[in-house]
């Protein structure tokens, strides 16, 4: 019984750190540029996918994060559609200009390279 109830409590202790890792949508944070935000470890993404350009902003604790030398590569996947495109800093931004299929229930995929850092995959659900 005691193992039971340890077992239970160690599991439910570990869930919000693994929900974190995961990503998840941030219900606090108004988007700043008209896109959706997520947040994982602390640091808020925000996608900004339009037929011309897909643009991610990222900021840890609201101060924008530094995109020298980083690197982002976003998969659109639009109904059975799947297109790739690799972002590069670009000001305060990470930035692809090109046509892109971008419609409400788009799914995204970031895996987003910051310098020193491992990197950082990112899910979004277009709205």
Partial sequence: MRRTVLFTLVALAAMPAVALAQGHTHTKATPKHGGVVVEVNE???????????????LSDHGKPVNLANASAKVTLLTGSDKSK???APAGDKLEATGTFKVARGT???????LPGKPAQSVRFDIK
């Fill in 107 to 113: 799914k995204a995929v970031a895996v987003v390279t």
């Fill in 43 to 57: 640091v808020d993404y925000e996608l900004v996918a339009k037929a011309d350009s897909i643009r991610l902003y």
């Fill in 85 to 87: 495109a690799t972002l």
